[in-house]
């Protein structure tokens, strides 16, 4: 799944809420497409206290807090099912460890100041 955002980090997701969210986004073309429009209600429909507790904030008029793990879930394309199915465990342990937004930078130049240079 690509980010569209960078530097934030969101509490992390319960075990099971992560189970189900990978279930549901290996499988299910209905789930994908709410993931991809509303993070947020996606994530109540699979049982994520935060995302539900915010969804009944904005019916009752409440803005919506300005970072959620919803908001750190946005996405501009979801990967293929299969590869979400190939490498399950890895997402899992990212989304029950907390979800990071710095990329890494694999398409930097290897200058001479960089720590990957070969000496």
Same mark, same amino acid.
């Given at each position: 799944?690509? /980010?569209?955002? /960078? !530097?934030? @980090? ?5 075990? $099971?809420?992560?189970?189900?969210l990978l279930d549901l986004?290996? +499988?299910? *073309? ?5 993931? $991809?429009?509303?993070? #947020?209600?996606?994530?109540? #429909? ?13 019916? $009752? !008029? ?5 970072? +959620? ?11 293929? $099912?299969?590869?979400?199915?190939? +490498? @399950?465990?890895e997402l899992k342990t990212?989304? +029950?460890? !907390?979800?990071?937004? /710095?990329?890494? #930078? ?6 001479? *100041?960089?720590?990957?240079? @070969?000496?």
């Amino acid at each position: 799944m690509a /980010t569209k955002k /960078t !530097g934030a @980090r969101s509490a992390p997701l319960d075990p $099971k809420v992560a189970d189900k969210l990978l279930d549901l986004l290996s +499988t299910d *073309n209905a789930f994908r497409r709410l993931f $991809k429009k509303d993070p #947020q209600a996606a994530l109540a #429909q699979v049982g994520h206290p935060e995302a539900k507790a915010v969804l009944a904030g904005l019916k $009752k !008029g409440m803005a919506a807090p300005a970072r +959620t793990t919803a908001s750190c879930c946005q996405v501009a394309s979801i990967a293929p $099912k299969a590869t979400i199915v190939r +490498t @399950r465990e890895e997402l899992k342990t990212m989304l +029950t460890s !907390g979800l990071m937004y /710095t990329p890494p #930078q694999l398409d930097a130049a290897i200058g001479a *100041n960089s720590p990957l240079r @070969r000496k």
